[in-house]
């Protein structure tokens, strides 16, 4: 499924639909669905605030595990201007739990417990200082006007394996006591292998 939004062309791949409708058949509970649209509001507050800014990507791809943005005005954008396009992902999930937390007080449905929890994980996680996750894209652009581009590459780096490295070990040794937790050495290792395989592209 393909359409157009303000010239921006927006594809949704039949795996990615595949994927919201079976979790909704197969999972009542809503866990997966729940995450799976914090994950779309978290890319969509990237795309709002890029609209806000009028420089929304030319085509975006809703794949099955992640979302590929096509964005040919990077360049033309001051590090601040970027800043604002990175934290407006994490800020409107943490701006949707807020709303959540106190209905869910008010009308305790499964659901809604579920849509803040996912909310509040997708935020977290993408906040944290690590190449590839928004936290590393908004220390580059902070560390970029202080040190320029060259040094802040490097920081951003090394500030990503300080993190990686012990969570990967924390990560071994949970699974060590546990064979079916690997989810934290998974990311970990996976996350270590895009900085050490890849050119990280920041921003």
């Not at 509040?120 to 928004?134: C, E, H, R, Y």
């Not at 202080?146 to 949970?174: C, D, H, M, Y």
């Amino acid at each position: 499924m393909e359409f157009t939004f303000r010239g921006c062309r927006i594809f949704v791949s039949f795996w990615f639909a595949a994927i919201l409708a079976v979790s909704a058949v197969l999972d009542p509970p809503g866990g997966v669905l729940c995450g799976l649209l914090a994950a779309v509001a978290h890319e969509l507050g990237h795309l709002l605030e890029m609209a806000r800014q009028n420089c929304l990507p030319k085509k975006i791809a809703f794949k099955m595990f992640r979302v590929d943005m096509v964005d040919s005005r990077r360049n033309e954008r001051s590090y601040q201007r970027d800043l604002r396009i990175i934290l407006a992902g994490p800020g409107l999930n943490f701006l949707l739990a807020a709303l959540c937390f106190p209905i869910y007080l008010l009308l305790p449905y499964q659901w809604l417990g579920m849509f803040f929890s996912a909310n509040l994980l997708v935020g977290f996680f993408n906040i944290q200082p690590i190449a590839t996750l928004d936290g590393g894209a908004a220390l580059y652009a902070i560390l970029s006007v202080r040190l320029g581009e060259k040094k802040a590459t490097f920081w951003a780096n090394f500030f990503s394996f300080a993190i990686l490295v012990p969570l990967a070990a924390l990560g071994f040794w949970i699974l060590l006591r546990n064979p079916y937790q690997f989810s934290l050495l998974f990311i970990s290792i996976y996350l270590m292998g895009v900085l050490v395989l890849q050119k990280t592209d920041y921003l």
